[in-house]
């Protein structure tokens, strides 16, 4: 019998070991381990708040639940040798889950009226 969930995992599981990439994510106060990736294009975004204007390099990325069940802010992972913070989860389907995440010390901040 066709069972959905078995097969689109095969899928999903074929599609990361051709295409993925390979990360380093470290869960908070846990141990570092290297998993493969869906890693999305890098974003640049200008966030207005009361302190001015940041701006923030982020991308998506899409892991396996049987690698990273459940992603949580404050887990930062490793990939091309610069250090990610996990963000907000974008999507959670029953074999992965997408997140944004934020690229560590490259937030800045502008003074209000600053052009940039």
């Given amino acids: 019998m066709f069972d959905f969930a078995d097969d689109f995992a095969c899928v999903a599981s074929d599609h990361y070991s051709h295409f993925?990439?390979?990360?380093?994510?470290?869960?908070?106060?846990?141990?570092a381990a290297t998993y493969t990736a869906d890693v999305g294009e890098l974003r640049v975004e200008v966030v207005e708040n009361d302190r001015g204007r940041e701006v923030r390099r982020v991308r998506e990325v899409a892991l396996l639940r049987?690698?990273?069940d459940d992603p949580a802010d404050g887990d930062t992972f490793t990939y091309d040798s610069r250090t990610w913070r996990v963000g907000k989860i974008v999507r959670r389907t029953e074999t992965e889950t997408a997140f944004e995440a934020v690229l560590v010390t490259s937030a800045h901040r502008t003074r209000d009226r600053y052009r940039y």
């Fill in 66 to 68: 049987i690698d990273v």
């Fill in 20 to 31: 993925g990439e390979s990360i380093s994510y470290t869960p908070e106060g846990g141990d």
